[in-house]
């Protein structure tokens, strides 16, 4: 099977990149069609994946000052990519997000519930090409709040150790390791469609702290950010939900419950802190 991996220097793109070693990592603007179109010609693969995309460093208020560049990779180079791979009838895959939607925990949100947050531009973007991708054979892997046991910047737990302040309220995440195995296997079977790939049950930030805390580091500190001040440390809201695994689950996939998940990383991240 021959892959090729848009964004493969990125994040996510590293660890796809671990699954497929061999495929071809291009360095090209997913929404340049012409560019796009000649490495699809040039390397005739069976499966695209792209990895491509705007976060925002170190978070995604970035997005807010950066709207055109935000919708160049997060809105425009996905509907390329989308175009060139339905061309040449090439299977597609998508990293997506479930940071779309924000509400009551009580019922977690399925592939089949519409975004409903728009509190943040990333949010925005990535509510409209998740919709937009629903009319098309296209795998759309939706993940939350990745972590792994690395000190990478871009690793949750990373990024979260760095504030002093942190809210406690529950979330989806996705533990990488996990992810891959179940991206693996949906590629295996030509899957299409939003599929939710979450560790079961909820985490929230503050919790993770106290974790950190517990196996890391005893010595750090931090104190709990509650919602109505969230205003006050960023400049654009933050989605704040759960989401239904059913779907993936029905597919014979299992993920571990999310602190089991999240032990395991921290357990990892002091074996390296301490080495």
């Known amino acids: 099977m021959k892959v090729v991996i848009f964004g493969s220097k990125?994040?996510?793109?590293?660890?796809?990149l671990t699954l497929y070693p061999d495929a071809a990592t291009p360095s090209v603007d997913i929404a340049d069609i012409r560019a796009v179109g000649e490495v699809l010609d040039s390397e005739k693969p069976d499966v695209v994946i792209?990895?491509?995309?705007?976060?925002?460093?170190?978070?995604?208020?970035?997005?807010?000052?950066?709207?055109?560049e935000t919708i160049h990779s997060n809105v425009v180079g996905p509907l390329v990519l989308v175009e060139e791979c339905n061309k040449r009838n090439i299977y597609f895959v998508h990293l997506g997000t479930g940071?779309?939607?924000s509400g009551d925990c009580s019922t977690p949100f399925s592939e089949t519930d519409a975004p409903n947050f728009f509190g943040s531009f990333y949010s925005r973007s990535k509510g409209l090409i998740d919709q937009l991708l629903n009319d098309f054979p296209v795998l759309n892997i939706r993940l939350r709040m990745?972590?792994?046991?690395?000190?990478?910047?871009?690793n949750l737990i990373s990024k979260i150790k760095k504030y002093d302040r942190l809210l406690d309220t529950e979330n989806s995440m996705t533990y990488i390791p996990d992810l891959l195995?179940?991206?693996?296997?949906?590629i295996e079977k030509r899957a299409t469609g939003p599929y939710n790939i979450v560790n079961p049950g909820a985490m929230t930030p503050f919790r993770i702290m106290e974790l950190y805390k517990e196996i890391v580091d005893p010595s750090h500190?931090?104190?709990?950010?509650r919602e109505e001040d969230l205003s006050d440390v960023a400049k654009a809201g933050r989605s704040s939900c759960v989401l239904s695994g059913q779907k993936l689950e029905s597919e014979g996939i299992a993920m571990k419950p999310v602190e089991e998940a999240v032990r395991e990383?921290?357990?990892a991240l002091k074996s390296t802190e301490n080495s």
Request: charged letters at 25%; one cysteine or more.
């Open 10 to 16: 990125g994040y996510m793109g590293q660890y796809f």
């Open 99 to 101: 940071c779309v939607y």
């Open 221 to 225: 500190t931090f104190e709990l950010l």
């Open 50 to 68: 792209n990895c491509a995309g705007k976060t925002g460093r170190p978070n995604v208020d970035w997005c807010e000052d950066h709207k055109e």
């Open 146 to 154: 990745p972590f792994d046991g690395t000190s990478n910047d871009r």
């Open 265 to 267: 990383a921290l357990e």
């Open 181 to 186: 195995n179940a991206a693996q296997k949906l």
